[in-house]
């Protein structure tokens, strides 16, 4: 039942007088801003419960016009104007206007400081639209402090943009006070408007441009008989903005409809002509599911899997290129599926088109990338190109959502400049202080995987809100936040087969980003996953932080051998890092290494790795532990990680096959998976040495604390976590001179650093240490210690507050002079 002690109008509404679009997607395609007819405009407010109605076209006033006869109607406009001193636009409601108002408002709507002064002449009721929107990017806090002085109205509630710029606009316009519109009016010169200019009103309106949204926003005014009381009720500030904000899926979803209304009037006419792909894309995208009463022998995804069919069988024999018909095939598959999804659904709405739209892009954006994968694979490159131009239409379920999310959060650093100028929306400079980590592999046994479950482990256990992003069918519990999302298809790690990558639903993942409201993202892998951060980032204006977890460079040149692909992999990582705001290195050699391939050492800094001391300690340690891999008690050697060619694990394997050539006592235990496991095991069939395979958890720490000394000469580990948990355990390291594993052991002179390149040299230490018991201990003692200062709750820390501290090095060490072994007098003194 309608309210009467109430009255209500969308002040901000839109008719097809409005041709001249702002986002960048209808102007791509040439649409203009709205197709909406003024007299349907009229009727969806006085449906939706509107008292009033008007229309407020872009310096136009012939849609007001068109309706002007009918009942509770009156003449508006939204007038772009500008500051004169800097060319910032700005937009301006002015209500309730007459024809020749209009007119003069047309002369000198092109300086604010006239314009306005004739709103205060002629009493026209006028407020600021969208107020902290920077409509052609050149509002500043000077323009808005100007604003504050000029204008007495805002619109506060708009049903278009995001509801985060309303909440600043919020703090700053209900907080001011006398003192601080005198200091702004002095800073300005300006006199303010009005009696309490400090105190301002305010009003709503949808902003719609698409007729979907029309009342969603609008203005509520003490009940009016008529439209000259509503107006005289606007103009004495006795009203309130009502209703919601939009968002970029409402945004996103009246995109839908101008471009699916200017496809219609384009290419269509009057209906006739043969059906279209994108005619029935659009359509379905635009439905309301369920919405008929009247018995449909076919569901619209069945018709439209008809005429795709016919189109199919159409061309069959003009040879239709295979990706064409990917194309047809899966849109149809698609809208089937979605007809059973929708039986009995509501009519549609923001989330549903959302969904479809998803689901067309990421399985026919999948299917491209399969296809120009084989392809270029088979030497096809310029047919490769023209299949993915066959494709085009796939765009239309992308582009108005990336458009969107641009245009909701373009204004970002504007938005935290303004709370840092005005103390009463410094709380709002971030929207929260969430932050998540992305990361293209969870379950692998790898350095990266550990780092990030021990750092999301310590974020929950500390009360950080850290959410851990990835891509995976299925996700194993683990006592942290974790979003995993559903890859829409994987496809194998050239070179790399027996790791895949999966292809995300991008536009879920991004959505998902933008509703969580993170202030931050960690990005750990380079991949798909991490691409799609990278773009929802940039989209979305929220900080980067890209960790150099893996070199894979240098993997490159040891799984193909080809120096080309190594550069070709640099020139990669160089562009995706460049890209995000802020960039961690695990060691200093790694820091230096990367300033030696272009990255900016301004924005590098050095975030050690952590190691648990309650699961890695030498009270593991169980002399029985080997007896089930059916090894020989006494002094054992140890390998742990992935067993691959870029760990040189066959290096390992020659250099302690040297030792027992020589008749020295020992064994060797190979702990890890990978993909030369099965080779290495049928090559070197020796009972004094164990491949265990992947151990994890306690069974891991046992097998590290039961072992003597851990072999580690990967050229590739940016930090080596495997190198810490073994000196946790008490265990000294032999590690490679390139490589951040170096550090660890030169830190304390725990360990011994050589050089793998020379011949017999890992050997040569391996024999050094398992005859010096002496040497062993002390380094058994440095390592105790080393381990001991390196907590994760302290790279926690570092992590979450990295942007308070700037670039953070550890002192540069010159790792050319390594030597077999530490100085026996630092040891001494060390251990004293």
């Known amino acids: ?94 209500i309730g206007i007459t024809e020749a108002q209009f ?89 303010p408007t009005g009696p309490e200019p400090w105190k301002k009103h305010f009003v709503g309106g949808s902003d719609d441009h698409s007729g979907v949204y029309g009342a969603a926003a609008h203005t509520v005014t003490p009940y009016a008989e008529d439209v000259d009381e509503f107006l005289a009720h606007l103009r004495r500030g006795d009203h309130r903005p009502a209703g919601a904000s939009g968002g970029s899926l409402v945004l996103g979803h009246g995109l839908y409809h101008i471009a699916y209304s200017f496809y219609k009037a384009r290419f269509l006419g009057d209906g006739g002509g043969r059906p279209s792909i994108l005619q029935a894309l659009f359509e379905r995208l635009l439905s309301a599911p ?24 159409a061309r069959k024999l003009r040879k239709r290129n295979q990706l064409e018909r990917v194309f047809l095939e899966e849109i149809s598959e698609l809208f089937v599926e979605e007809d059973r999804r929708d039986v009995a659904s509501t009519p549609a709405d923001d989330r549903r088109t959302f969904r479809i739209a998803c689901r067309v892009g990421h399985v026919l954006g999948y299917s491209i990338l399969r296809k120009f994968e084989r392809y270029v694979c088979e030497g096809r490159l310029k047919d490769s190109l023209q299949k993915l131009a066959a494709l085009a239409p796939v765009a239309l379920s992308l582009a108005p959502y990336l458009a969107a999310f641009s245009s909701q959060h373009k204004d970002e650093p ?104 993170f202030n931050e993202l960690i990005i750990s892998t380079p991949g798909p996953l991490g691409l799609t951060a990278l773009a929802a980032a940039k989209l979305l204006g929220i900080r980067t932080t890209g960790i150099y977890h893996t070199d894979f460079p240098m993997i490159a040149r040891c799984l193909t051998d080809d120096p080309a692909v190594e550069q070709l ?57 080997w007896d089930r891999y059916g090894l020989a008690r006494g002094f054992k050697f140890l390998y742990v990680g992935r067993v691959s060619a870029d760990k040189q694990v066959e290096l390992v394997l020659t250099s302690f096959q040297k030792l027992a050539e020589q008749g020295r006592e020992a064994s060797l235990a190979i702990v890890g998976d990978g993909p030369s496991l099965e080779e290495l095991r049928r090559r070197h069939q020796d009972p004094r040495i164990a491949f265990t395979g992947f151990l994890d958890g306690e069974e891991l720490a046992t097998a590290v604390a039961s072992a003597d000394v851990l072999v580690f000469p990967s050229t ?117």
């Open 716 to 832: 590739t580990d940016t930090f080596g976590n495997a190198v810490l948990e073994a000196q946790a355990s008490g265990l000294p390291a032999i590690v490679s001179n390139r490589g951040g594993p170096q550090e660890i052991v030169t830190t304390h002179g725990s360990g011994v650093v050589v050089d793998v390149a020379e011949p017999g040299a890992v050997a040569q230490a391996m024999d050094r240490l398992l005859g010096d018991s002496d040497l062993r201990g002390d380094m058994r003692r440095r390592a105790l210690r080393n381990a001991a200062g390196r907590g994760w709750e302290q790279v926690l820390d570092e992590l979450w507050n990295h942007e308070d501290h700037g670039a953070r090095s550890a002192p540069i060490v010159d790792y050319s002079q390594a030597t077999l072994q530490p100085d026996p007098g630092e040891i001494a003194a060390d251990v004293a």
């Open 290 to 313: 369920g919405a008929s009463a009247k018995p449909q022998p076919l569901t619209f995804g069945q018709r439209l899997a008809g005429v795709a069919t016919g189109f199919v069988k």
């Open 569 to 625: 992999t640099w020139k990669y990582m160089q562009w995706f890092y460049d890209s995000v705001d802020w960039v961690v290195a695990p060691s200093e050699y790694y820091r230096r290494h990367l300033v030696r391939h272009g990255f900016d050492p301004a924005r590098l800094s050095v975030l050690v790795r952590g190691v648990d001391r309650e699961r890695f300690n030498p009270t593991k340690r169980d002399e029985a532990f």
């Open 1 to 94: 039942m309608h309210d009467r002690t109430l009255s209500r109008a969308d002040l901000h509404v839109h008719s097809k007088y409005s041709d001249r679009p702002s986002e960048w997607f209808l102007r791509r395609i040439g649409a203009p801003e709205c197709f909406v007819e003024p007299q349907e405009i009229y009727r969806r407010m006085r449906d939706r419960g509107m008292d009033f109605a008007s229309i407020s076209d872009h310096n136009c006033i012939d849609g007001a016009l068109e309706i002007a006869e009918l009942p509770g109607t009156f003449l508006s406009a939204e007038v772009t104007t500008y500051f004169p001193e800097d060319g910032c636009k700005i937009h301006c409601l002015a």
């Open 414 to 517: 504007f938005l935290q400049a303004l709370a840092d100028h005005f103390p009463a929306a410094s709380h709002l400079k971030q929207a929260s202080d969430r932050k998540a980590w992305i990361t293209d592999t969870f379950c692998e046994f790898n350095g990266v995987c550990r780092t990030i479950k021990t750092l999301a482990g310590v974020a929950r256990k500390t009360g950080k809100p850290l959410t851990v992003i990835t891509c995976l069918d299925q996700i194993p519990p683990d006592p942290i936040d974790v979003k995993a999302f559903r890859p829409v298809g994987t496809f194998p790690l050239p070179e790399y087969e027996v790791h895949e990558l999966s292809f995300p639903p991008f536009l879920d993942v991004i959505e998902y980003i933008e509703r969580n409201q």
């Open 103 to 191: 007119r003069a408002i047309q002369e000198l709507r092109e300086n604010v400081y006239e314009l306005q002064a004739y709103f205060v002449d002629q009493k026209v009721i006028s407020a600021v639209a969208h107020p902290l929107f920077r409509v052609n990017d050149r509002l500043s806090i000077d323009d808005l402090e100007k604003l504050l002085l000029l204008f007495k109205r805002f619109e506060l509630i708009n049903g278009t943009r995001d509801g985060r710029s309303r909440a600043l606009a919020a703090a700053i316009l209900e907080n001011l006070t006398p003192e601080l519109i005198d200091r702004i009016a002095d800073r300005h010169g300006i006199e």
